[in-house]
């Protein structure tokens, strides 16, 4: 291994390791593609959805048994794993993900395309870890973790937009996913180019810094924040079509929805040190109520527009902001390598948990529920911070 891999003590804006900044591009490419899906899911599973291959409690099913496998294979690798052998790693887990996408495009029944995808997230998870393992080495992991958002959501608006006005108007939503196994199968070039091993981090005390009350609080504020995201994003075509408004139109939404999370991702790039986390958090809660309140209002095209925009913008400013409040809860930062998977479980439970509530063909419950959602996850902020007071009080 190159001594840009193995060096323990850390260089520079490292902890341990100095890995090259191709290095480190190759890295967040490969956690970029593992979630691919979430920008694209909306497109692919309402074109599911309007071709008659899911109903849409099997829809939540779907949405949920992929984004539940992403959050234990993010878990599983970075938890339990060493960081070694990346390379080959990166290229096992791209070649499954492409054989499941291709497994999904020729699915015959829900049940086949639950186990399909649920396949595909435990890769998609492995691939997270690839990322997120390397920006947990580092000194300005929110910075870096910016970098990460930025990147991952640049590629979803730019596939989201060609599946919803070329892909799927022509090949369905079978040739949605074999867009992405092509892309998994493009991306084994930059596999090779990761670093081979990553510079070990003290984990001696893994799931005990985890299982404190400040750790807990935190990972279960950015879950409640996800789970908010998760219930509008699964059933946002259905949702629209509910108020009058075309697949086509939300597929549009969709792709301008996460180019504003691309600037969403940026700001926070820029501003994270200049604005408090706790702030943060908070204001963007705020704004999530919001706006899953204007959705279940029976809101216009233009609100719907409004709405769908502001929610892809706070969607990746707040990751930055996340990330210091799970280091800040536990400064060996193991907690960090369970923030995405606090972030997909919450993607996950959203979508099952708001489809108990659906009655019949009205999904105005789906809002609703997510607007609960993010008052929970600011009343847990809330509780974080008074705990950490009364630690430091107590020292």
């Known amino acids: 291994?190159?001594?840009?891999?193995?060096?323990?003590?850390?260089?520079?804006?490292?902890?341990?390791?100095?890995?090259?900044?191709?290095?480190l591009a190759s890295a967040l490419w490969i956690g970029s593609v593992g979630l691919l899906i979430l920008g694209l899911q909306p497109v692919l599973l309402g074109a599911l959805y309007t071709e008659g291959h899911v109903s849409g409690d099997e829809l939540a099913l779907v949405a949920?048994?992929?984004?539940?496998?992403?959050?234990?294979?993010?878990a599983v690798v970075a938890m339990l794993l060493s960081a070694h052998h990346m390379r080959w790693k990166s290229a096992v887990l791209l070649l499954l993900l492409a054989l499941a996408n291709v497994w999904t495009a020729?699915?015959?029944?829900?049940?086949?395309?639950?186990?399909?995808?649920?396949?595909?997230?435990?890769?998609e998870g492995g691939l997270v870890a690839i990322a997120t393992e390397l920006i947990a080495r580092s000194r300005r992991a929110e910075r870096i973790g910016g970098y990460f958002v930025t990147m991952q959501t640049l590629a979803q608006c730019a596939l989201a937009l060609l599946l919803a006005l070329y892909v799927i108007p022509a090949a369905g939503s079978a040739g949605g996913f074999i867009v992405l196994a092509v892309v998994c199968v493009v991306s084994l070039v930059?596999?090779?180019?990761?670093?081979?091993?990553?510079?070990?981090?003290?984990?001696?005390?893994n799931l005990v810094n985890v299982l404190t009350l400040p750790s807990t609080t935190a990972l279960l504020s950015v879950f409640c924040y996800f789970m908010f995201f998760g219930a509008v994003w699964a059933f946002l075509e259905p949702l629209g079509a509910q108020y009058g408004i075309d697949g086509r139109t939300v597929g549009l939404i969709v792709s301008a929805s996460l180019a504003v999370q691309v600037l969403g991702a940026m700001m926070a790039t820029v501003f994270e040190a200049r604005i408090d986390y706790r702030l943060a958090i908070a204001a963007i809660g705020v704004v999530a109520l919001v706006s899953s309140l204007v959705f279940a209002s029976n809101p216009g095209?233009?609100?719907?527009?409004?709405?769908?925009?502001?929610?892809?913008f706070i969607l990746l400013f707040i990751v930055p902001y996340q990330i210091r409040l799970a280091i800040?809860?536990?400064?060996?930062?193991?907690?960090?390598?369970?923030?995405?998977?606090?972030?997909?479980?919450?993607?996950?439970?959203g979508p099952i948990a708001a489809s108990l509530l659906i009655d019949g063909k009205d999904f105005r419950p789906v809002p609703e529920f997510a607007a609960a959602s993010a008052v929970a996850s600011v009343v847990l902020l809330g509780l974080f911070v008074l705990v950490s007071r009364r630690r430091r009080a107590v020292a």
């Not at 060096?7 to 090259?20: K, M």
């Not at 233009?302 to 709405?307: C, S």
């Not at 800040?328 to 439970?349: C, N, S």
Request: no cysteine; net charge negative; charged share 10%.
């Open 301 to 312: 095209l233009t609100t719907f527009w409004v709405a769908a925009l502001a929610m892809g």
């Open 64 to 74: 949920t048994a992929e984004m539940i496998a992403i959050a234990i294979g993010s």
């Open 106 to 123: 020729y699915a015959a029944s829900a049940s086949t395309l639950i186990v399909a995808r649920a396949l595909a997230g435990l890769a």
């Open 328 to 349: 800040t809860a536990d400064e060996t930062r193991t907690a960090v390598l369970l923030v995405p998977a606090a972030q997909l479980f919450g993607l996950a439970i």
């Open 1 to 23: 291994m190159a001594s840009t891999d193995t060096g323990h003590a850390g260089s520079g804006d490292w902890l341990v390791g100095n890995p090259t900044g191709w290095q």
């Open 190 to 205: 930059v596999a090779f180019t990761v670093p081979g091993d990553y510079a070990d981090l003290p984990k001696e005390e």
